[in-house]
T-cell receptor, first 113, second 112 residues
């Protein structure tokens, strides 16, 4: 069982919908991450939060909006997505120190219709 | 930037050893990781090695690091059908905090 919990497991949304992905960890980690993974590809970094502040945005389109309400929670708000945004969205967390391994959740499988 | 390469596919028989290889380009890579991904699941951290180590063993898993050749390998002893998955090598380096550069993944198929 993973110690990073993501909800929902699956999400189908239309291009005009607004939805949110949620991630929670209780390992005391102060760094949290969003990754996007397309089929048969490695994960691609989207955002990094360190001590609840956005530290890295990998040039992600504004239709993806991250939020870190507290040290245990990470959200990804979705609006006006495109079919090519369909993917597995993975949340991860780590200690803030350099080299600390990332622990991943099981992801949310997103389908945009 | 860092580039991490892996072979695409490996097939072994149950009970044999599996060796999954990875090469990286940035000699300042400080931590190297192996993750396992089963179908429909997230990435499971298997093991990791610091760049000042040559080898790390953890039960059936052995990681070997050749810094001169920038080559990392993961050996799985007594491979089981439950080991069938995609294995990702990843590297991070000093000036990138915990940002990972992933290889493309190696699909391991274990035949009974």
């Amino acid at each position: 069982d993973t110690e990073v919990t993501q909800t929902p497991k699956h999400l189908v949304m239309g291009m005009t919908n607004k939805k949110s992905l949620k991630c929670e960890q209780h390992m005391g980690h102060r760094a949290m991450y969003w990754y996007k993974q397309k089929a048969k590809k490695p994960p691609e970094l989207m955002f990094v939060y360190s001590y609840e502040k956005l530290s890295i945005n990998e040039s992600v389109p504004s239709r993806f909006s991250p939020e870190c309400p507290n040290s245990s929670l990470l959200n990804l708000h979705l609006h006006a997505l495109q079919p090519e945004d369909s993917a597995l969205y993975l949340c991860a967390s780590s200690s803030a120190g350099g080299g600390s391994p990332l622990h991943f959740g099981n992801g949310t499988r997103l389908t945009v219709t | 930037g860092e580039d991490v390469e892996q072979s695409l596919f490996l097939s072994v028989r149950e009970g044999d050893s599996s060796v999954i290889n990875c090469t990286y380009t940035d000699s300042s890579s400080t931590y190297l990781y192996w993750y396992k991904q089963e179908p429909g699941a997230g990435l499971q951290l298997l093991t990791y090695i610091f760049s000042n180590m040559d080898m790390k063993q953890d039960q059936r898993l052995t990681v070997l690091l050749n810094k001169k050749d920038k080559h990392l390998s993961l050996r799985i002893a007594d491979t089981q059908t439950g080991d069938s998955a995609i294995y990702f090598c990843a590297a991070t380096y000093n000036n990138a905090g915990n940002m990972l550069t992933f290889g493309g993944g190696t699909r391991l198929m274990v035949k009974p």
